[in-house]
Every structure is written in structure tokens, then in C-alpha cells.
């Protein structure tokens, strides 16, 4: 789908896999004959302007990276040289990423996290270790990774993180060996309060943890927020802090309205990290690169993103502005759960999901990895009771030994597997019975809504 919808004038590849190409498309064999001379006879030296096709300039497309698109057809952003090397320019002041830092390459190169990791590596002279598949998958092995390698800066998202502080927990001897400056994290919403494990075994400037939202459309990185032990203790909320300097950030309702703080609103970004657009897809770019009201000849990108101010000129990420499921008639923020089971002693990760693994049985779903010393977590669903109304209590719940991650290093929704019969019984919900959903339909038709829920009472 990505070479037909791109249409690249070549493909860059190898003789291993350039048999994997349709025989239509255009490419460079890097380790052919032909290029090897042909490199060989050019010499050492820069390329100069002459010898390309045409002018480089900082207009001209770095990269275009795909993301998933609701209509299920992903989509192009075109992303320019210029935008590239502002981000690194523009947050200078914060970072001071030199030649003596080291970076890992842990995410996938279809995720424009790894903008981040391979262009702060290598515009400043430093050094960039691949993280291997098996390493990235296993927090041990990437934990002895960073020992080993002394890396330096570590990107990574939240999901990922969580299952290396676990590792660090459980070999706390291998964690006295990093050396790590800085972890930034980025492509989820963090939660500060699930760090405090990790700065009761380290410093907090050893390494400094950075939370960073960004969005591919608007060139990786958008805010910047140092987090600390206390902000992890008493953070309400996942807090992304405050603009990239040459960014403009604008929070409005749906009128495109500035709303106050403590009100939430969705994010605009406008400024010279905004991308050109999506490849070939006009009308998509017309929705949501819209003209910026508040600077002439401006542009601004619609995030889709909910997000509040705070009095101190912070931001704090609500949620997607589609984030909502309804279950029986309930609306329901899944993060709302998710923070809740994160609160039993027991629970080192926790995911919720809603499943309809029977046509119109739609439910709750937890996923839970037990923390160090723990085989399981008895008892959830009453526990949660005791805090959670009814309707957002799961009605069944998995154990698992981990998460599983995407390659880009997010939760990956989709590999969470079913629960069975037991763990459906366990968690204590059974399906509506015929005189239930008579009653909750007549209901429905009385009150003039679209579904009545029940709760288990």
C-alpha cells in the first residue's frame, strides 16, 4: 500500500531483499556492482549542489511517515528539512546534546520517534545504537543494553517504560550501572504517579525524566515538562507542560473559542513545526490544517486531542476527543479504569479494553501484570467496587507476564486476548437475561434514549 500510495521516484534497498520489491518499482541496489563503483569513482567528498538533480533547501520534503487513519486507509505526512532541524534548534536550551552523548535507535523507523533519536544522534555528532528486536522486547536485556553501551539519552513511550522500571526493580544491581542524563518520553499519555518506584532507586537528575507530547503532523515533539519526585507524587493528570518555544499552542471549543484554564478544550498547533500536509489527500489536508484565526497567513494543525490549561500556564492531556466507549448505555473514559487498577499494590501494569466477543455482549476488559512477589491479584473486581460504580468495574479480568507492545513500542490493543469462560466467571458479570433486555428496552423507548444500562444489582 505505501509504495503504490507514495509513488517513490526510487527505492533504496539491498540484493537480499530488493526480490521482495514489485517488479515496477524504481531502485538502488546499495551493494550492487553498478553502485559500488560508481561510489568508489565519486570520492570522498560532500556532495555539492551541482552533482544533485537540483537545489537542496530547507522547504523540501526530510521524510513522510504514515499514520493510521479512523477511515482505516493510513495516510502520508510530509515532514520538511526545516522542521526537522528547528526541533533540535528550538529545545537546545533544555537538552545541550552533544558528541559525547549516546542514543538508542529503539523505536521503529515508521514511528517519527525515531526522528528524534537518529537526528539528535547524528546532528550533533554523536553516537546511535540500534536496539535489536529481541532487546526491544525484553526489558532485561535492554536494561544490560544501556549498561553495557552507556548510553546516555533514552526515548521512549510510557508502555515501554513501565515494563524497564520492572526490570530495574528486579535486577536492581544492573540498574546502579546506568548512565543515563536523560529519559524523554513521548507517543502516549504518561502517568507521573506510576514513577515513583523508579526515583525511590535513583536520583532524579540521574537521569532527568522529560515528558514530551508531540504528533506526527506537527514534527515529533510538541511540549516539554521535567518531571521530579514530587510532581510524580501529587500529579493530577498526565501534566505535558509547556510549548516548544517556536510553536503556538491554542486550546479551544468547538467555535475555535480560547477557553480558560481548567476548562477542556481541544489542542491547536500552529508555529514551524506544523507539516506540509498529507501526500495526495487534499481534502483530508483542508480539515485539519486549517488557517490560524489569531496570525495572519498562519496555519494551524487540529490535533483531536483534549487537553486543559493549568493556572500555571501548563498542559495537561485529557484525552482523545474520541477516547469515549459506551458500554450498556455508559460512557466511559478507559483511562479512568486503568488509573484505578494502577492503584492496587499489586498491579505493576494494567490495561482496559472493551471487547464484543459475542455479537451485542459489548464489555469491560482488564488487563493486569502482577508487580515483584505477586503470582496474581485476587479480588480485583470487589476492590474496585469499593471506589468505581458498577458499570465501570471490568467484567473479567486477564493475568498476564507482560503487555504486549507495538513495534512503534505503545500498547498494542489488539494482541490482548480473550478472556476465558473462568475469567469471565471470575469477574462476576453474566450476560442480560431476556426479561432484562425487554425491561431495558421499554426503558429505552419511556425515557426517549438510545439504551438503558444495568448494573449487576
Known amino acids: 500500500y505505501v509504495l503504490g500510495d507514495a509513488a517513490p521516484a526510487v527505492t533504496v534497498t539491498t540484493r537480499a531483499l530488493a526480490g521482495m520489491l514489485p517488479a515496477d518499482v524504481p531502485v538502488l541496489v546499495l551493494d550492487g556492482a553498478e553502485t559500488v563503483r560508481a561510489c568508489a569513482a565519486a570520492g570522498a567528498g560532500d556532495v555539492s549542489d551541482g552533482e544533485r538533480r537540483g537545489r537542496l533547501l530547507p522547504g523540501h520534503a526530510a521524510y513522510m511517515i504514515y499514520t493510521s487513519g479512523s477511515t482505516?486507509?493510513?495516510?502520508?505526512?510530509?515532514?520538511?528539512?526545516r522542521s526537522v532541524v528547528r526541533l533540535f534548534a528550538a529545545t537546545e536550551g533544555w537538552f545541550g546534546f552533544g558528541r559525547e552523548d549516546v542514543w538508542t535507535l529503539f523505536h521503529s523507523y515508521a514511528f517519527d520517534f525515531s526522528v528524534w533519536e537518529i537526528g539528535g544522534a547524528l546532528l550533533h555528532g554523536g553516537?546511535?545504537?540500534?536496539?535489536?528486536?529481541?532487546?526491544?522486547?525484553?526489558?532485561?536485556?535492554l536494561l544490560r543494553l544501556l549498561v553495557r553501551?552507556?548510553?546516555?539519552?533514552?526515548?521512549?513511550?510510557?508502555s515501554a517504560f513501565y515494563q524497564l522500571m520492572q526490570a530495574d526493580a528486579e535486577h536492581p544491581r544492573l540498574g546502579e550501572g546506568l548512565v543515563l542524563r536523560r529519559v524523554v518520553?513521548?507517543?502516549?499519555?504518561?502517568?507521573?504517579?506510576?514513577?515513583?518506584?523508579w526515583y525511590r532507586r535513583h536520583a532524579p537528575d540521574a537521569p532527568v525524566l522529560v515528558n514530551m507530547y508531540g504528533i506526527t503532523e506537527t514534527t515529533v515533539h510538541v511540549t516539554y515538562r521535567e518531571l521530579d519526585p514530587v510532581l510524580a507524587a501529587g500529579a493530577a493528570g498526565s501534566v505535558i507542560g509547556e510549548r516548544i518555544p517556536d510553536l503556538r499552542l491554542y486550546v479551544l471549543d468547538a467555535g475555535l473559542r480560547p477557553v480558560p484554564p481548567g476548562v477542556a478544550g481541544e489542542l491547536y498547533v500552529a508555529g514551524s513545526g506544523v507539516a506540509r500536509g498529507y501526500w495526495a489527500r487534499?481534502?483530508?489536508?483542508?480539515?485539519?490544517?486549517?488557517?490560524?484565526?489569531?496570525?495572519?497567513?498562519g496555519r494551524m494543525y487540529r490535533s483531536g486531542d483534549v487537553v486543559r490549561w493549568t493556572r500555571e500556564g501548563e498542559l495537561v492531556f485529557v484525552g482523545r476527543a474520541d477516547g469515549q466507549v459506551k458500554v450498556r448505555g455508559y460512557r466511559i473514559e478507559v483511562g479512568e479504569v486503568e488509573s484505578a487498577l494502577l492503584r492496587h499494590p499489586a498491579v505493576a501494569q494494567a490495561a482496559v479494553t472493551v471487547r464484543e466477543d459475542r455479537p451485542g455482549d459489548r464489555r469491560l476488559v482488564a488487563y493486569v501484570v502482577p508487580g515483584a512477589g505477586h503470582a496474581g491479584v485476587p479480588g480485583l473486581r470487589e476492590w474496585l467496587g469499593g471506589f468505581l460504580p458498577g458499570y465501570m468495574v471490568p467484567a473479567a479480568?486477564?493475568?498476564l507476564e507482560r503487555l504486549p507492545l507495538t513495534a512503534n513500542g505503545k500498547l498494542d490493543r489488539r494482541a490482548l486476548p480473550a478472556p476465558s469462560l473462568e475469567q469471565s466467571a471470575a469477574g462476576g458479570r453474566r450476560p442480560r437475561g431476556p426479561r432484562e433486555e425487554i425491561l431495558c428496552a421499554l426503558f429505552a423507548q419511556v425515557l426517549g434514549v438510545d439504551e438503558v444500562g444495568i448494573d449487576d444489582g
Do not use: C, M
Not at 553516537?127 to 536485556?141: G, K, N
Open 72 to 81: 482505516g486507509r493510513p495516510k502520508g505526512v510530509v515532514v520538511e528539512h
Open 127 to 141: 553516537r546511535l545504537v540500534v536496539v535489536s528486536p529481541e532487546e526491544r522486547t525484553s526489558p532485561e536485556a
Open 149 to 158: 553501551e552507556r548510553v546516555t539519552v533514552l526515548s521512549q513511550t510510557p
Open 185 to 197: 518520553f513521548g507517543g502516549e499519555p504518561l502517568d507521573p504517579g506510576r514513577l515513583g518506584g
Open 282 to 297: 487534499a481534502g483530508l489536508t483542508a480539515g485539519r490544517f486549517v488557517a490560524d484565526p489569531f496570525a495572519v497567513g
Open 397 to 399: 479480568q486477564v493475568t
